[in-house]
């Protein structure tokens, strides 16, 4: 280190440098004698310095020792302050909890609202509610004609899904028909509009009708399980389906069909009191207030899964067949 040197130098204990050939006669005469002990040459001799001085003093012996000791404190202080942690100091803006009131954390007793979000579509409207404790509303409904169920259901309230509509979707085609269609809800399109099936899906079915000779506006009468759109097109809550039954139950009774097709799994499940699987409530005859269903895929369905279309034709025919047997029962009658 530079200051251990300087401190050496100053106390006459520092490197001596000699110019060759002018030394001392006393380093000149212990040359000679350093050489032929050495068997070195006495030039080469001459170039090194004397490695400590001819004399120290008890002074200088207790000044390097002073030195040593405060050279290595300082050193292992160093050290210390590097290897040592650093804390961050507390933020000034840090709070103290114990001033802060405990009536600070209750929530509100109101929790917001959030319905017009249109993430939460899939969060039920309401708790659902079971089919004995709806108003007594369901036995009026139970007695009203066409016109006036048809007005009913235009300004129904029963409930929340009223509150989003643009319409809402009593039902078309002939309300003496023998067959009746039954579908889930209403879509986007159904809303705007304020008939069910429109759109594509409305386009394949009447195909599907046409292949066996039916059609909207002759012999079928088409309706669906709620009345209103739900928000996203979500599947029904179950006491949306409980308020919305009675217009469905009374729209069966009114047109008495022969038959029913059931459009999709949850019109299926909904009819029918069910939480079978689509595919096993295909291919049997079933029955929902003395009248037999026939379950289906839903048109919609069908537009993404292409290859169900024949598992469809099949379901049509057994329609068919099952339809043939209720007008000879009748006949027999």
């Known amino acids: 280190m530079a200051l251990h040197k300087s401190m050496l130098e100053e106390f006459g204990l520092g490197t001596v440098w000699v110019r060759r050939g002018t030394g001392s006669a006393e380093t000149s005469a212990a040359v000679p004698e350093q050489s032929t002990a050495a068997g070195l040459p006495p030039a080469h001799v001459a170039e090194r310095a004397p490695e400590t001085p001819a004399a120290v003093t008890a002074d200088s012996i207790d000044a390097l020792t002073a030195l040593d000791a405060a050279l290595s404190a300082a050193q292992t202080s160093q050290d210390n302050v590097r290897q040592a942690p650093s804390r961050t100091p507390p933020a000034e803006t840090d709070v103290d909890t114990s001033r802060i009131k405990a009536d600070q954390f209750v929530p509100?007793?109101?929790?917001?609202?959030?319905?017009?979000?249109?993430?939460?579509?899939?969060?039920?409207?309401?708790?659902?509610?079971?089919?004995?404790?709806?108003?007594?509303?369901?036995?009026?409904?139970?007695?009203?004609?066409?016109?006036?169920?048809?007005?009913?259901?235009?300004?129904?309230?029963?409930?929340?899904?009223?509150?989003?509509?643009?319409?809402?979707?009593?039902?078309?085609?002939?309300?003496?028909?023998?067959?009746?269609?039954?579908?889930?809800?209403?879509?986007?399109?159904?809303?705007?509009?304020?008939?069910?099936?429109?759109?594509?899906?409305?386009?394949?079915?009447?195909?599907?009708?046409?292949?066996?000779?039916?059609?909207?506006?002759?012999?079928?009468?088409?309706?669906?399980?709620?009345?209103?759109?739900?928000?996203?097109?979500?599947?029904?809550?179950?006491?949306?389906?409980?308020?919305?039954?009675?217009?469905?139950?009374?729209?069966?009774?009114?047109?008495?069909?022969?038959?029913?097709v059931a459009l999709g799994r949850f019109a299926a499940q909904s009819l029918l009191k069910t939480e079978a699987s689509i595919a096993s409530l295909r291919g049997r005859v079933h029955d929902y207030q003395g009248v037999p269903v026939i379950v289906?895929?839903?048109?919609?369905?069908?537009?993404?899964?292409?290859?169900?279309?024949?598992?469809?034709?099949?379901?049509?025919?057994?329609?068919?067949?099952?339809?043939?047997?209720?007008?000879?029962?009748?006949?027999?009658?």
């Open 108 to 260: 509100s007793a109101e929790p917001p609202v959030f319905d017009d979000l249109p993430w939460l579509d899939d969060v039920p409207l309401q708790t659902p509610v079971a089919p004995e404790t709806i108003d007594d509303t369901a036995a009026d409904i139970a007695s009203l004609d066409w016109d006036t169920l048809a007005a009913r259901v235009s300004v129904c309230e029963r409930c929340r899904l009223c509150e989003r509509r643009t319409n809402s979707v009593f039902g078309v085609g002939d309300r003496d028909a023998d067959w009746m269609l039954i579908g889930e809800a209403p879509g986007e399109n159904e809303d705007k509009q304020g008939e069910p099936f429109v759109g594509q899906a409305g386009k394949l079915l009447d195909s599907m009708l046409h292949a066996v000779a039916l059609s909207r506006e002759d012999n079928v009468f088409i309706a669906n399980v709620i009345k209103c759109r739900p928000p996203g097109n979500r599947n029904p809550e179950l006491d949306e389906v409980a308020r919305c039954e009675p217009y469905l139950k009374r729209q069966v009774e009114l047109v008495k069909p022969k038959l029913i």
């Open 296 to 333: 289906t895929y839903h048109p919609a369905y069908l537009l993404r899964s292409l290859p169900d279309k024949a598992k469809a034709w099949a379901d049509l025919c057994l329609a068919q067949a099952t339809y043939r047997k209720s007008l000879k029962a009748a006949d027999d009658q």
